[in-house]
């Protein structure tokens, strides 16, 4: 079964979107997410200049062989333009392998290890109120696990805060990237206010989970992780920078608080010291960034053999081919912990035709061959690419910090 034709389709239904569409010689397709947010076009160029002429004529079903001859045959390894690329192509493989058996994904991993994957959405409000109701909002469509963020007092804006308009609250847009000013100790003096207004409205009956988003120090993250202890946060994440594994050592002796990291981790090197020294409780990793649904599945076994569960990003920043491969591995691991779910804003549901469902709580990729996603290369055509960036961060210096 050769690969007959692999192109990159670039567009903006909502949101930027790279897809990879893979076809053999049996007239079968499989598609791939390539998104990396920010740097759209890089992962398109290191797919179209690199990666796709090297498909064609390749036999689609050696999935493993075709892993290791773009990862070992670059020389230049890792980094996250080439493992998202790789990523798109694992993920078509495992599409057309499924839609040739007449099964999906899930059931040629191993088949379903429970009857759902439990999700977690995001609540936020500039205020305490406004995160209570929108809090309130996600009870009521029935999640069990909610990330809460809210705004700081005394800073102009604050990570994690959807806009009253309902508008994508990053990337900015733009020819230039938003700058935002970051205060550490007025957010460490509030963080723990936060958290106990959620749990006295709402109780211990529903897991609540926050974004520290790299910003801490790992004596300031062992604070604030002693801090938020008597209100049991299902994890606290990405609370330092993690390019130093053994930060996490220090956070560890200063709190019990779960702590979830990975989500800009693109290889098992990346987190290799963090689960197999227990430093970690949920790894982050997600099926488009970190080599797809082959080097996810190795990430997820070897944080098996250490008790570190999953909890894959899932930020609509992934098109929907990512969220439905990241299911199928989900579903059929042993460890799963939780996945990030935020959904896909419209007009999406034009390009991307998905069999997955959310409800209760929890998602099911579905049944439909493949990693039940369609992509319409048409509709795709309609929203093209727009310039956008992630924003920056500053400390009110003016430093440069991480954002």
């Not at 059929?332 to 035709?353: C, D, K, W």
Request: hydrophobic share 35%; net charge negative; proline share 6%.
């Amino acid at each position: 079964m050769k690969i007959t034709d692999a192109r990159v389709v670039v567009s903006c239904p909502g949101r930027n979107y790279v897809t990879l569409v893979i076809e053999t010689e049996d007239g079968v397709t499989g598609v791939g997410d390539a998104t990396l947010n920010g740097r759209e076009l890089a992962v398109a160029s290191y797919l179209e200049d690199h990666l796709c002429p090297l498909l064609k004529g390749r036999d689609a079903r050696r999935i493993e062989d075709t892993w290791q001859y773009l990862y070992k045959g670059a020389y230049w390894r890792r980094g996250p333009v080439t493992m998202t690329a790789i990523a798109a192509v694992d993920v078509a493989l495992w599409d057309i392998k499924g839609k040739v058996a007449g099964m999906p994904v899930y059931q040629l991993l191993g088949g379903a290890a429970r009857e759902g994957v439990m999700v977690y959405g995001h609540a936020s409000g500039d205020t305490l109120d406004e995160l209570s109701s929108d809090f309130q909002a996600h009870l009521d469509q029935g999640y069990k696990a909610v990330r809460i963020q809210a705004s700081v007092p005394g800073l102009d804006h604050t990570y994690g805060i959807a806009p009253s308009d309902g508008s994508v609250y990053e990337p900015a847009g733009g020819s230039r990237p938003q700058e935002d000013r970051w205060e550490t100790t007025a957010y460490i003096d509030f963080a723990p206010e936060m958290f106990a207004r959620i749990r006295k409205e709402f109780g211990y009956g529903v897991h609540v989970l926050h974004d520290l988003h790299h910003r801490l120090t790992p004596i300031e993250a062992g604070r604030i992780g002693r801090a938020l202890e008597p209100y049991r946060p299902f994890w606290i994440e990405d609370p330092t920078p993690a390019e130093d594994q053994s930060a996490f050592r220090l956070i560890r002796q200063h709190t019990t608080t779960p702590i979830a990291v990975g989500e800009v981790f693109n290889s098992i090197w990346d987190c290799q010291q963090l689960i197999t020294e227990r430093l970690i409780d949920y790894i982050r990793a997600s099926v488009s960034h970190a080599g797809g649904i082959t080097h996810l599945r190795r990430i997820f076994s070897l944080a098996d053999l250490y008790g570190v569960r999953s909890g894959s990003h899932g930020a609509g920043d992934l098109s929907p081919a990512s969220f439905a491969a990241a299911l199928h591995v989900d579903l059929s691991i042993p460890n799963l912990g939780i996945q990030e779910y935020m959904g896909h804003r419209s007009p999406a549901e034009e390009v991307f035709t998905s069999s997955y469902s959310v409800e209760d709580g929890h998602a099911h990729p579905g049944d439909a061959p493949g990693i039940g996603v369609e992509f319409d290369e048409e509709a795709a055509a309609r929203f093209p690419y727009e310039p956008r960036y992630l924003p920056i961060n500053r400390r009110l210096d003016g430093t440069v910090h991480d954002w």
